[in-house]
């Protein structure tokens, strides 16, 4: 009998990645998400479950009807330079919602394991130009959006210990994948070069601070790497997802544009990306967070496969077709 497996937040950049990986290695997949799922029946790799881990009922509904063994809990209140939920909303879901969670899995899935989605930014930056965070550093999370992940990584790992359920919390860096939804300054770039093809108006990329350095990891391998966690005999508690490689997003934006045949780029600082400070046009402060992968690549011999200019490469492409379509501008 297949294993059963629950994936909330499913059809964001890395849950529709997760749900083909767990499907190909046998598993009977379920996928919870906010909205209605009308528009993604083509070729889903999961059964499809409407759930709003704001809601009491409604995440009890979700794990009585997938009656899962692993639980991998993705959905989150996201904070972007495009996105910038209030602080209020950052908490209820990222930390009531994971609590809501937890609680009832341990009334409705005793026994399973609960996969908890968190970000590396609960590190703060780096604090040297190669330095790369451990999993034993202290948390200084920087912002609304990093704090509370910080508060869901404590709560969740306080509730667990009470409820008797099983949880890993998975640090995950920046990832880059394909997803209508993608709002990270990748996606950004990829979105403005592949809508000024079609239109066949180029124009000045609007950016934030390309001096940051990110270290970016191919939503396939991230895939791959919660599977293993999700699989891992007596793992620790918790673990970085992430390449252990810092680049610039300079180098980012110049290889997108170069990619889509744009020619020499003229890049200004717009709205992409880390805003400016207000102090002085065009100064930025040190910006770079990048993880040690050694915990995870020691416990299951993962380590990422797809090199970071084939993840640019398919990201530009699926933007360009969507511009193509005309579809650039949807969300699901």
């Known amino acids: 009998m297949s294993r059963r497996a ?32 009308e528009g993604w029946q083509d070729g889903l790799d999961w059964l499809p479950i409407e759930c709003d881990v704001t809601d009491d009922a409604s995440v009890l509904r979700a794990i009585r009807l997938s009656r899962p063994e692993l639980i991998f809990h993705l959905a989150a209140a996201q904070a972007s ?31 399973a394991r609960v996969i908890v989605a968190s970000t590396g930014a609960v590190y703060g930056p780096n604090t040297g130009p190669r330095h790369r965070w451990r999993e034993d550093a202290p948390l200084r999370p920087p912002s609304p959006y990093a704090a509370s992940k910080a508060a869901m990584e ?6 667990a210990a009470g409820l008797g359920v099983e949880v890993v919390v998975a640090r995950l860096f920046n990832l880059i994948g394909v997803s209508p939804g993608a709002d990270s300054a990748p996606a950004g770039f990829a979105r403005q070069i592949a809508a000024m093809a079609a239109a066949g108006r180029p ?18 391998d991230a895939a791959r790497a919660l599977t293993l966690l999700g699989e891992l005999p007596d793992p620790d508690p918790v673990y970085n997802v992430c390449s252990g490689r810092g680049v610039r997003l300079r180098w980012v934006a110049r290889q997108l544009w170069r990619l889509g045949g744009a020619g020499a780029p003229f890049l200004a600082e717009g709205d992409i990306g ?33 090199p970071l200019t084939r993840s640019l490469e398919r990201l530009l492409a699926y933007w360009q077709t969507r511009a193509t379509a005309g579809r650039e501008e949807e969300r699901p």
């Open 6 to 37: 629950l994936i909330t937040g499913v059809t964001g950049v890395l849950g529709r990645e997760l749900a083909g990986c767990l499907r190909r290695r046998g598993y009977a997949v379920y996928g919870a998400a906010r909205r209605p799922l």
């Open 81 to 111: 330079a495009t996105r910038s939920p209030s602080v209020d909303r950052l908490f209820a879901v990222n930390v009531g919602g994971t609590l809501r969670l937890l609680t009832a899995a341990a009334e409705a899935a005793p026994g």
């Open 154 to 159: 404590l709560a969740a790992r306080g509730a």
């Open 203 to 220: 124009r000045p990329l609007r950016t934030g601070n390309l001096d940051a350095v990110r270290d970016y990891l191919d939503s396939r």
């Open 274 to 306: 880390t805003a400016k400070l207000p102090g002085g046009a065009g100064s930025h402060p040190p910006d770079r967070l990048v993880g040690d992968p050694g915990r995870i690549r020691a416990a299951t011999g993962w380590a990422p496969e797809v």
